[in-house]
């Protein structure tokens, strides 16, 4: 029998009195990560039995807008990249990446 390791990832979310985040913090200790905080967070896992994702999607009530911002353009383009990663097919990795560079000329998050 192989030998297993288990890898855990936890996130912490401190919510106010209307159960709106006021702090995010994770752990990863595989990665080197203790208590870090962040000011959002996109979870998303496959129900295999369902077929569809079930998502987490937070941010803390101090995360600035222009900070949203290019958090969702990252995190397109890092989709762009696992799209990739996952599947190899390369024209619609190449038009992920072109709708990514669109979001980023509409939101004035590039120069051109």
Known sequence: MANTHKSRIELNV????????ETLHWTAEDGGITNE??????LAVWDAKAKEA????????DMPVDDMKVFFHQTLVSMS???YRATQDEKMSAT?????DYFA???ELKKS
């Not at 905080?37 to 996109?42: I, L």
């Not at 998502?55 to 803390?60: E, H, V």
Request: glycine residues 0%.
């Open 14 to 21: 401190e919510l106010d009195e209307n159960r709106i985040p």
């Open 96 to 100: 992920m990446k072109d709708f990514c």
């Open 81 to 83: 990249d696992t799209f």
């Open 37 to 42: 905080e962040a000011k959002a967070m996109m």
């Open 54 to 61: 079930l998502r987490i999607d937070l941010w803390t009530k």
């Open 105 to 107: 000329e509409k939101l």
